[in-house]
């Protein structure tokens, strides 16, 4: 099953949410792969950063690069169970090839960042991964700051949803806190134990991507194998 991760800026949400739901599927006992598209990424660093420091779950993190990015995500299904793709935020042609494999798109987004010019250019982009992946859900998660709680906001919120056929808002919220890193190849459902609220937003997350809830591994939230 292959899960692939956009947004409209070029902020950490996007790599959190991907970094979140590869730990969380990985836990449940599942073969994953954390792949990024482009040539260089941070999360590759943060891969290395996990594997160094033997934190479980243990996650194969990959980058497509540039090219044949159909054909390398084809060769990972065939490796993995499940593959997390951080698409990035820019139209590329290896982020439309990601939104084209995918199951479910996840879209995270912050309302005060919201523009008209954005909006259109990611539902364009969304609505081109939906015409030729009629199957795929498209799912919208808002991240909170303090300034969401305005009506305009969260009507902005909505209309940008509404202009990507299909697509729906996921009813749990992110709150900016949980964007934030616990130290080098680790994310918040790593540090359940100091932040549960934040690390239960991601839980109902993952339940809302892959419909169905977390099945609980014996393998520590921290630790060394």
């Known amino acids: 099953m292959i899960i692939a991760i956009v947004n409209q800026h070029a902020n950490a949400d996007r790599s959190i949410v991907a970094r979140n739901l590869a730990v969380l599927r990985a836990r449940s006992g599942r073969k994953v792969c954390l792949a990024m598209t482009g040539l260089w990424h941070g999360g590759y660093l943060w891969g ?24 390398k ?24 090839c990601a939104l084209a494999a995918a199951r479910v798109i996840v879209v995270p987004v912050r309302s005060g960042e919201i523009d008209l010019v ?20 498209i799912l919208f998660v808002a991240v909170c700051t303090a300034d969401d709680i305005e009506p305009g906001r969260q009507a902005s919120l909505l209309a940008h949803v509404q202009r990507v056929g299909t697509a729906r808002l996921a009813p749990v919220r992110l709150h900016e806190s949980g964007a934030y890193e ?44």
Do not use: K
């Open 48 to 71: 290395e950063a996990r594997s160094a420091a033997r934190i479980r779950p243990w996650l194969d993190v990959r980058s497509l690069g540039t090219r044949a990015v159909a054909g």
């Open 73 to 96: 995500l084809a060769g990972l299904r065939r490796l993995f169970t499940d593959i997390v793709v951080d698409a990035g935020a820019r139209d590329t042609e290896e982020c439309r």
């Open 118 to 137: 954005g909006q259109y250019t990611l539902a364009r982009r969304l609505n081109a991964a939906r015409a030729v992946n009629p199957e795929v859900r």
């Open 182 to 225: 616990y130290g080098e190849g680790r994310c918040v459902c790593d540090a359940e134990t100091c932040d549960p609220e934040l690390a239960e937003e991601m839980h109902t997350l993952y339940r809302e991507v892959y419909g169905q809830p977390l099945a609980r591994s014996r393998l520590p939230l921290l630790g060394v194998a």
